[in-house]
């Protein structure tokens, strides 16, 4: 089982849970969320205000911006502040089922 841990209160990504196990951090959930694959996903063009935070997507598409692992998962995003760049098309699944994969995830 995987501990809780605490980041630092100034940091952007505070509100998303954070998870140490085997000397291993995870943003989220200590396992990978699986999130099915659905044909009518959205799909967003990152804008420069993307680069390097997708807490700013997670908010914009769910109105929850500790939601932002789920959408770099789904899109096999390990590193959020390196290889994304301007003009890459993500896609964003529908919020129920990433709240119902988290769910999943935790159980």
Do not use: C
């Not at 995987?2 to 200590?30: C, H, M």
């Amino acid at each position: 089982m995987a501990s809780k841990i605490e980041l630092n209160p100034k940091s952007r990504y505070k509100q998303t849970e954070v998870y140490s196990k085997d000397e291993k951090i995870f943003f989220g959930s200590w396992q990978k969320i699986q999130i099915p694959y659905n044909d009518f996903d959205a799909e967003v063009t990152l804008q420069a205000r993307h680069i390097g935070a997708l807490d700013v997507l997670a908010h914009e598409e769910y109105n929850d911006s500790s939601l932002w692992y789920a959408i770099a998962s789904y899109n096999n995003i390990v590193d959020p502040t390196h290889g994304i760049f301007i003009g890459d098309i993500l896609r964003i699944p529908e919020k129920s089922r990433v709240l119902a994969a988290i769910k999943k995830a935790r159980a």
